[in-house]
């Protein structure tokens, strides 16, 4: 697996943890995330984080709000797209993700 088709993003991550949180403690979620996305994983404190905020009945994978200019593409349709490609095949490649929602890799 090459480092540029393992790449997530943040939201990605977060709808693999919210996922397998109910399956696994945040230190068997971020062992499985390192085994399979390597370098680009997210770091430990991230999993801890969203892991507790899900068990704690977090349902949405975005950033809180927050002051500045809107990021357009992330959206609460998109984050559900998005989390129901990863839970189909959590192998999915970046690239695949940007072309089935027809929204920019970057």
């Not at 390597?38 to 905020?53: D, G």
């Not at 490609?85 to 940007?98: G, N, S």
Request: charged share 35%; proline share 5%.
């Amino acid at each position: 697996m090459s480092a540029e088709s393992s790449n997530l993003s943040n939201i990605e991550h977060r709808a693999v943890i919210k996922y397998f949180v109910k399956k696994g403690t945040p230190k068997e979620i971020f062992e499985d995330m390192v085994s399979n996305l390597q370098e680009s994983a997210p770091l430990y404190t991230m999993v801890k984080k969203w892991a507790r905020l899900f068990q704690q009945g977090r349902e949405s994978c975005e950033d809180d709000p927050r002051p500045g200019r809107p990021v357009t593409v992330v959206t609460e349709e998109n984050v559900r797209k998005i989390e129901k490609l990863v839970l189909a095949d959590r192998r999915i490649k970046l690239w695949q993700i940007a072309e089935e929602l027809q929204i920019s890799k970057e």
